[in-house]
């Protein structure tokens, strides 16, 4: 197995595949990089493969083909020395009836090098997560707020965070997104965090994958794929309803002679293209959002 | 050491509830056990001795399954296997948990037990509670183990519980079910060699091994098939070498090799042709992996097994028909004797469906010429029923009893007749059909089933013997009668004494020769044997030998062997022939 250095990329994961059965593919040669430092959001359909990848990294699938590594460590091989480097947050958490918070803390402790319970009990106040609370007895959004506690108290270096947010009120959702991003600005830390909100990944994500079809069809920056992407408002000389536009555009939305059209890759020259084209009367750019380069990576047209 | 402490912290926690409820409702019933007296007594005796004991397994199965199942069924299982902790970890914490818990429960049981023994025994202490002995503990842990190892495929308590309990109990019945094979034979051998404590011991260790490769499985998938995998695997890890070094040697070691020094000649039987000659050899052997043979030593842990050699004189070969454990078959059941040859020199023999003495047995009937089966009724046919369908040797007669009743009719099975006696009445019957010998109160009378007259042929001033004391010669025309130490032979008909043996002399075998009654032998000492031919007018003729056994060999010859050499000579010694020579 071949040791990342630190300072590249906190999880690697090259050609990775998976599949329940045969005939049921679910990951088809999934390659992402984690930077270090950078929080990405792993976006995707329901049963796209999130929760799936997220077991992967965290040495809860083998992986037949491909190769996955985690803070530079095989995460299936290696896995008690992984999961003590990493703060994770599945997407459903079950304890025990009796068990209280902090009883949850005390059993977790001795198995994390870093843990502190002073962090933990920091963080719980911060978040407004009662210690002597029994677990059952909490709020869905309780619950994770705990277990993000849990997840945080020990300084992991990398945060999984599966869904983590969709119980949560408004107030508490600040105060985690505050959490988060407090942690995250120390050196060295990075975040893959899968969730289908927009605005919690545009609020901490610096970074977006989105998985379709078992394979990251869009993988980058925010702002750079924002740049990137275009969206263009095309009018036609008359009616020319067999026009189609060049590849890689697609007709996004159609009304007599004006349309709409939408690329990920090459944006201006298509539009040159587009301005020379003797059917194209008028060629312009419109703004675009992520939810529209996220539907366009999931093979949809977003709504205009 | 922490890890393990607040895993253990959880266990207990998970847990609590369940083992003080099941201290407590065991106190509860021993406390209701206490109140009942008089003749309730037996009663408290079967609770000592059964309930608490199964009391407790039922408690250390129940917990074992639980500490799986419950994690599994409300999916704390997954958040555990989330924990950066070693699954081994995990799954000792859980084992040493169940192991603290069965054993504070038994412990803690035990002081009851006491009382209660105390209480149904009036205060006698046997020392021998069930609770306190090796093969309690050991079946208790045996059923933990694989109630841990099935409830990490099953993920459910009670099914677990159940298969658990049943795997350990099927054992023994597929061993005692299958029919004669190399399977049944391997399973025997198995079974043999561990004594209970170490069966279970094994079981405790494979299942333990199992449960563990099945608990470690990561990637489970939803109908438990790679966790079921896994624990064959665990329990296969274990149990085959120990089965295989057990019966490593076994084919070798039971077959007895001729001449074996081991094995020692049992019975020797002569065709009525007296061209075979049948020979029961018996060897006793230690049970444990090197199956040696041990000739005279008293061992606690020691199978014996038996073979029958078939010598067939006219060519001087000997044959035996394969390495399965039998015994030639001597009747002797409800007034009726035979020995094992039939008329048509068939050779009957009992064989066991396992390599030794002691398992389920049935009848074969040999053909000696080839030494191979020439019939094998199935397990559970009545021997004496098929022995008298194919042999034609059987009695004229049956006998049904009525223990309840204490009666046992004798039912001439051609005529329909049927004759109702007590069944602690000595009786005979003769060759010739519808003719009984039984003891009366005034003495031995002669029965005749047609008329139902009876004559008395005798008076004895001692109780007739039960099982050889009365013996009738295969012409029907003398009957022995045993007792007081003396054998007295008359004539079946009329009752004339014929001849009246004194003490120390005996009728070891009658004689088919005309005007010979029998083969008698002296015992002056155990050194000092003597065996003479006894004819009609009470005349012995000393035979020339002094072996321990022997037996006419058609009209002429004699057949007299001991442990380890069987020869054969003539009436007057003259002859001699060593027919079998253990080696030195």
Same mark, same amino acid.
Request: proline share 6%; hydrophobic share 45%; glycine share 8%.
């Given at each position: ?21 045969? +005939? ?7 390659? /992402? ?11 995707? +359909? ?76 920091r963080l719980a106040e911060r978040l407004g997560v009662d210690p002597d609370a029994r677990y059952h007895d909490l709020s869905r959004g309780g619950k994770e707020l705990a277990c993000l506690v849990a997840a945080l108290a020990h300084k992991p270096k990398l945060l999984l965070l599966d869904e983590p947010f969709s119980g949560l009120d408004v107030l508490a959702r600040r105060r985690v997104f505050d959490a988060l991003l407090e942690l995250l600005r120390e050196d060295g830390r990075s975040a893959l965090l899968a969730s289908h909100s927009l605005a919690d990944v545009e609020r901490c994500a610096d970074r977006i994958a989105v998985l ?93 | ?27 509860? /019933?021993? /406390? ?19 309930? /608490? ?14 500490s799986i199942a419950r994690d599994a069924q409300s999916r704390v299982a997954d958040t555990l296997a989330r924990l950066a902790a070693p699954r081994t970890l995990v799954w000792s914490a859980k084992v040493l948990f169940v192991l603290l818990a069965v054993v504070v429960f038994i412990l803690a049981l035990l002081p009851l037990d006491y009382c209660l023994t105390l209480a149904s025994s009036g205060g006698v202490l046997s020392g021998d509670q069930v609770l306190a002995r090796p093969q309690f503990w050991a079946v208790t842990g045996a059923l933990a183990t694989a109630g841990l190892a099935f409830a990490c495929v099953l993920r459910r ?425 253990? +080696?030195?």
């Open positions: 197995m071949t040791h990342l250095t630190p300072t590249t990329n906190s999880i690697e994961i090259r050609r990775l595949h998976w599949h329940f059965k045969k +005939k049921q593919p679910v990951l088809r040669g999934v390659d /992402l990089a984690l930077p270090v430092g950078s929080v990405t959001a792993l976006l995707g +359909k329901n049963g796209a493969g999130k929760t799936t990848l997220m077991r992967a990294l965290t040495g809860g699938l083998p992986f037949p083909r491909g190769t996955v590594s985690v803070l530079g460590r095989d995460p299936w091989r290696e896995r008690v020395a992984v999961l003590r480097s990493i703060g994770h947050v599945a997407d459903q958490t079950e304890l025990p009836r009796w068990m209280k918070v902090r009883e949850h803390w005390d059993l977790l402790a001795p198995f994390y090098p870093g843990w502190e319970m002073s962090e933990a009990r379709h079809e078992g394979r990251i069809s869009l993988c980058g920056e925010i702002e750079e794929l924002r740049r990137g992407a275009t969206r263009l408002a095309v009018e036609l000389e008359g009616d020319s309803p067999s026009w189609t536009p060049p590849l890689p555009a697609k007709v996004e939305r159609r009304e007599g002679r004006e349309l709409v059209l939408y690329t990920l890759r090459d944006a201006e020259s298509l539009q040159d293209q587009l301005a020379h084209d003797p059917a194209v009367k008028h060629v312009e750019p419109v703004e675009r959002d992520l939810e529209d380069l996220v539907a366009a990576a999931l093979g949809e047209v977003a709504p205009s | 050491m922490n890890q393990l402490r607040v895993l253990l912290y959880k266990e207990w926690r998970d847990q609590r509830t369940f083992c003080i409820a099941a201290l407590g409702a065991c106190l509860l /019933l021993s /406390l209701t056990a206490l109140r009942i007296d008089g003749a309730a007594l037996m009663k408290r005796s079967f609770f000592v001795d059964s309930v /608490l004991p199964v009391c407790c397994m039922i408690f250390a199965a129940v917990l074992a399954t639980e308590a009670l099914p677990a519980t159940i298969v658990a309990a049943l795997t350990l109990a099927v054992l023994p019945f597929v061993a005692g079910g299958l029919p004669p094979c190399r399977l049944s034979d391997w399973l025997y051998v198995f079974l043999a060699i561990w004594s209970p404590v170490e069966l279970a011991g094994l079981a405790c260790a494979s299942f333990a091994v199992g449960a563990l490769l099945a608990f470690s499985v990561r990637h489970a998938d939803p109908l438990g098939w790679r966790r079921a995998v896994a624990l064959c695997t665990g329990v296969s890890l274990v149990l085959l070498p120990s089965v295989a070094g057990s019966a490593r040697r076994a084919w070798a070691a039971f077959d007895m090799p001729f001449g074996d020094p081991a094995a020692r000649v049992c019975l020797a039987a002569p065709s009525p042709d007296a061209r075979f000659v049948a020979v029961q050899m018996g060897q006793d052997l230690k049970a444990d992996s090197t199956w040696t043979g041990t000739p005279g030593q008293e061992l606690r842990r020691r199978r014996q097994r038996r073979e029958v050699w078939i010598l067939d004189r006219s060519c001087g070969t000997w044959n035996e028909i394969d390495t399965r454990d039998r015994e030639l078959l001597l009747c002797s059941y409800r007034g009726f004797v035979r020995g094992p040859w039939d008329a048509r020199s068939r050779l009957s023999v009992r064989f066991y469906s396992s390599p030794f003495v002691g398992a389920a047995g049935g009848l074969q009937l040999i053909d000696p010429a080839t030494s191979t089966v020439v019939l094998a009724p199935p397990l559970g046919i009545s021997m004496f029923d098929t022995l008298e369908a194919e042999t034609g040797l059987g009695a004229w007669y049956t006998t049904i009893g009525y223990s309840r009743q204490s009666k046992l009719i004798v039912r001439w099975k051609e005529r329909g007749i049927d004759l109702e006696l007590s069944d602690r009445v000595v009786f005979a019957a003769s060759p010739e059909p519808g003719i009984l010998f039984i003891q009366r109160e005034n003495g031995l009378v002669r029965h005749e089933m047609a008329s139902g007259s009876e004559t008395l042929l005798h008076t004895f001033p001692f109780e007739i013997r039960k099982g050889q004391g009365l013996r009738v010669s295969p012409d029907g025309r003398h009957i022995a009668v045993l007792g007081g130490g003396i054998t007295t032979i008359l004539d079946s008909s009329d009752g004339r004494l014929v001849v009246e043996l004194p003490q120390g002399v005996w009728l070891v075998d009658w004689s088919r020769v005309p005007g010979r009654l029998g083969l008698v032998d002296t015992m002056s000492s155990r050194r000092e044997l003597s065996w003479f031919a006894l004819d009609e007018k009470g005349v012995r003729t000393l035979l020339a030998t002094d072996m321990p056994n022997c037996v006419a060999l058609g009209t002429d010859r004699l057949l007299a062997y001991d442990d380890h050499r069987i020869e054969c000579m003539k009436l007057d010694g003259s002859e001699r022939e060593t027919l079998y020579e253990a +080696k030195p």
